[in-house]
């Protein structure tokens, strides 16, 4: 035992707290008491729902789990404490791809895998001890949830934001499935590395353009609540642009004249367009080239369909294109411009066709450089001129051959004006203009919820009707059925394919793809409140009760896409009446990402961490503690500098004071005033820091009280003293957020029955707030010289007086000319010589 281990502390040491043993014991007893149950607080009890961003069942929980369910559950675990009523529950996103993959490789049904790993993952959260109620449980794969997936999908169509339309996508020719942009590595898909192309499929959307606008103006209302840099990166996804339809006509070879209307920005650099350029693998290219430049076209497309729209739009991609043969008229020159076809044009963005004003736009400056095409300034903004150094000029200034805005600077007159002209020629419109695309929601895949749609040669697209929901997935496909045909797998299932047309009663067939997973999580929330209702998608008076949600926890990498998926769902929804609020998410918190050694961890890397290991070698609760500690949510965590062992260490200094506790329980009027200070200080900082999320300092404050604590005991204060029980008390309760197993255990030492998760926040005496003295830091040159306790209310004139008079001051200051004393009362003086 070390020498320096206080007396008082060394008669309990040779009680050993051992976790696991401590976690089995109290396993049971929270099992059978259920008291996160949402609806078990007192009648009238203020409702708050905290909700984490739900698991994939892709194995067993990893370290990312275990820092999110970690901070998730200060929150939700402080609610109950306080006297809320938490709805906090946990259920899984159960659909996708890597379940399928796992079932060709095993010949088996998806479901196999999946639910094995639910159950892995259930095991595992409760022996973490989040407080999630478990009766709320669902599972997105289970038929009793994408019945009501299919029921929105179907009312969703019928106000017009579903619908089908051909659209080029990228496609992994060895998987035979869509991939998304990010799944797109260097023009290689990123599972199998197989080179991808694109391919015009016919698929379905959800029309989230029609929202774009409220998306977009309703975060206003988040600004205080969402990290800044999550509305940020939603408000770039959205991407409105002010601006104006032009009007363009192309003379075709065929002596036929076509208008194709360009959106841009920059309607008064109008007369600065020597070019346009058409999206290569736009309808539009196909339909106007000139039948001599048909084959280089066909020839230039094989190479942009091996680019994503990332690699596209990358600013430093070497410009590439092939002249279509036709012209266009400048509607405000008259003059007649080439247009050419190229791949830093998308097809999905606009009509697929820009303007190019190359002095002023670095990209179309690029292109007219690497093919000779003309360049002219028409803004002068006193930098040189682009036509000779090749340097777009993007700024405001003085507009120069531009006919009626010659020597006008202010642009926006100077849009207006033109926006005027076009309308007043009947070339063009003011609008606005949106980066946002529509969802693209179709895959060809087997384990996701079925589109509910038949399709008969005769009535077209059929809604299955709502008293033939769900569309069940068949139960008799395995790994062998489900392998990559081009297709989905649903397409050969002739059984499951084949039906009776519900409108006409002819042969028709069911929709093969499956819908993408981000619906299935962009409502699961509104479910939680009700899992078991059959009378529609939620209890529509529970929803009332319980939402929106308080307070949303999740990684920032789904701050895009499920972020603005969940939004554009829960406003849909409050359009058709059945919620009445509009943002689904009151205040969202993002935590870091666990690394180690500096590197995300990879098995290939030799770098990752067992969350199971961790949990054996040192317990749930240091786990717990560490995650908590290591820094604020949003950093990241490096595992390799994180101290579990000091954890340990630490919960068994806080489990000790229980045991030396001698005093019997009841309230705490009286004893050692100076450790009632530092009790109540704790108490009421904590309050604060976790409003503010800082965690990791509420541990801080913990530790500290712990150690107040044992110098109190250890200074003569004595166990029998009630300040010392209420001390205890406080740091179980304080435990009970982020140690929740030793601070049970604590709090039975302590002599109280369980659990300590539902013993309520202890009442703070704001007199004992109060503090009778402060002390005053005094410096000298910015080194510390003295410390001065003086009273909370001193004026500044006395305590500089009092620090000038300090004879450690006084040496420091050796006589010098004291050029300036800075005094902040109570608390600093510094003198400047």
């Known amino acids: 035992m070390s020498e320096q281990t206080p007396v008082a502390e060394q008669s309990n040491a040779e009680q050993t707290y051992d976790a696991a043993a401590v976690q089995e014991k109290w396993r049971p007893v929270w099992d059978r008491l259920d008291s996160f149950r949402a609806g078990s607080a007192p009648e009238g009890a203020e409702k708050r729902y905290a909700l984490t961003m739900f698991p994939y069942p892709s194995g067993d929980l990893h370290m990312g789990h275990a820092e999110v369910m970690a901070l998730h559950d200060v929150i939700a675990r402080y609610w109950w404490q306080r006297g809320y009523d938490v709805l906090n529950p946990i259920g899984w996103d159960s659909f996708g791809l890597p379940a399928e993959n796992a079932a060709i490789r095993n010949d088996e049904h998806p479901s196999t895998y999946t639910y094995a790993n639910i159950e892995t993952q259930a095991e595992s959260f409760r022996r973490y001890a989040v407080s999630f109620d478990w009766s709320r449980r669902l599972h997105t794969s289970d038929p009793e949830y994408y019945t009501w997936t299919q029921w929105l ?15 080029p996508v990228n ?5 035979q499935t869509v991939l998304a942009n990010e799944q797109v590595v260097q023009g290689m898909c990123e599972r199998c590395g197989a080179e991808v192309t694109k391919r015009e499929l016919n698929q379905w959307y959800f029309k989230v353009t029609d929202y774009a606008q409220r998306l977009l103006d309703d975060m206003d209302a988040l600004a205080d609540t969402w990290p800044d840099r999550v509305l940020a990166m939603q408000r770039n996804w959205i991407g409105r642009s002010e601006g104006a339809h032009v009007d363009f006509d192309i003379a075709l070879s065929s002596g036929e004249t076509r208008t194709v209307t360009v959106f841009t920005t920059r309607p008064d650099t109008l007369y600065g367009a020597t070019f346009m350029v ?9 339909d106007i080239v000139a039948p001599e430049q048909a084959d280089a076209l066909a020839s230039y497309l094989e190479g942009v369909r091996k680019a994503t729209d990332i690699d596209r739009l990358a600013t430093d991609r070497p410009k590439s294109g092939v002249d279509l043969g036709v012209t266009a008229t400048n509607p405000v020159t008259g003059e007649q411009m080439p247009v050419w076809a190229s791949d830093y044009v998308l097809a999905d963005y606009g009509t697929g066709a820009i303007m190019a004003v190359p002095a002023h736009d670095q990209r179309d400056l690029d ?6 095409l003309p360049v002219r300034r028409v803004v002068d903004t006193g930098e040189d001129n682009p036509e000779e150094t090749y340097v777009a000029t993007t700024g405001d200034g003085t507009y120069v051959s531009s006919g009626p805005l010659d020597g006008m600077s202010d642009k926006v007159a100077g849009i207006g004006r033109i926006i005027e002209q076009l309308e007043a ?19 060809q895949r087997f384990w996701g919820a079925p589109i509910p749609i038949i399709h008969c040669a005769d009535c077209g697209e059929v809604a299955v009707p709502d008293d033939q929901l769900p569309v069940r997935l068949p139960d008799n496909l395995k790994g062998a059925d489900l392998k990559p045909k081009g297709t989905s797998p649903l397409a050969a299932a002739e059984d499951w394919v084949n039906v009776d047309c519900p409108q006409c009663g002819g042969p028709a067939k069911r929709d093969s793809d499956t819908m993408d997973t981000f619906v299935d999580s962009s409502w699961y929330f509104l479910r939680y409140v009700s899992p078991e209702y059959t009378q529609g998608p939620f209890d529509e008076e529970a929803v009332r009760e319980w939402m929106p949600v308080a307070q949303y926890v999740g990684g920032v990498e789904h701050a895009i896409l499920h972020l603005l998926y969940s939004r554009f769902f829960t406003k849909v929804l409050h359009d058709m009446g059945m919620i009445d609020f509009v943002e689904p998410f009151t205040a969202l918190l993002n935590q870091g990402q666990v690394i180690n050694q500096g590197k995300a961890m990879s098995k290939s890397l030799g770098n990752g961490v ?3 290991e961790m949990i054996d070698r040192f317990g749930v609760d240091a786990v717990r503690l560490t995650m908590v500690f290591a820094g604020p949510p949003e950093d990241d965590i490096d595992w390799a500098d994180m101290s579990p062992g000091g954890a340990v260490k630490f919960l068994q200094r806080a489990w000790r004071l229980s045991g030396d506790v001698t005093s019997s329980p009841g309230a705490v009027e009286s004893g050692d005033l100076a450790l009632r200070r530092v009790t109540h200080k704790t108490l009421h900082e904590v309050e604060q820091l976790i409003e503010a999320h800082r965690f990791n300092v509420v541990v801080a404050r913990t530790m500290e009280l712990v150690n107040a604590t044992r110098k109190a005991i250890d200074s003569g204060c004595g166990p029998a003293d009630p300040a010392v029980r209420e001390a205890a008390e406080a740091v179980a309760i304080l435990l009970s957020l982020v140690a929740p197993y030793t601070a049970e255990e604590m709090w039975e030492r302590l002599g109280h029955e369980p659990t300590v998760a539902r013993a309520g926040w202890p009442v703070v005496d704001p007199a004992l707030l109060v503090e009778d003295s402060v002390t005053a830091v005094v410096q ?13 209310d001193i004026s500044e004139a006395d305590l500089e ?3 000038m008079a300090d004879p450690g001051v006084v040496r420091a200051i050796d006589a010098k000319p004291v050029r300036k004393v800075i005094v902040r009362a109570p608390k600093l003086v510094n003198v400047v010589v």
């Open 801 to 803: 007086a009092l620090a």
């Open 610 to 612: 067992n969350l199971g």
């Open 171 to 175: 496609w992994c020719p060895n998987d």
């Open 367 to 372: 292109f007219a450089k690497a093919f000779g």
């Open 153 to 167: 999908f179907l009312r969703f169509r019928e106000r017009g934001l579903a619908y089908r339309k051909n659209s």
């Open 278 to 286: 058409v999206a290569a693998d736009a309808k539009l290219a196909a």
């Open 425 to 443: 020629d009947g070339r063009g419109t003011g609008t606005v203009n949106f980066r946002l695309r529509d969802w693209l929601l179709s895959r």
């Open 780 to 792: 000298v040159q910015g080194k510390v010289r003295a410390r001065l306790e003086v009273a909370p």
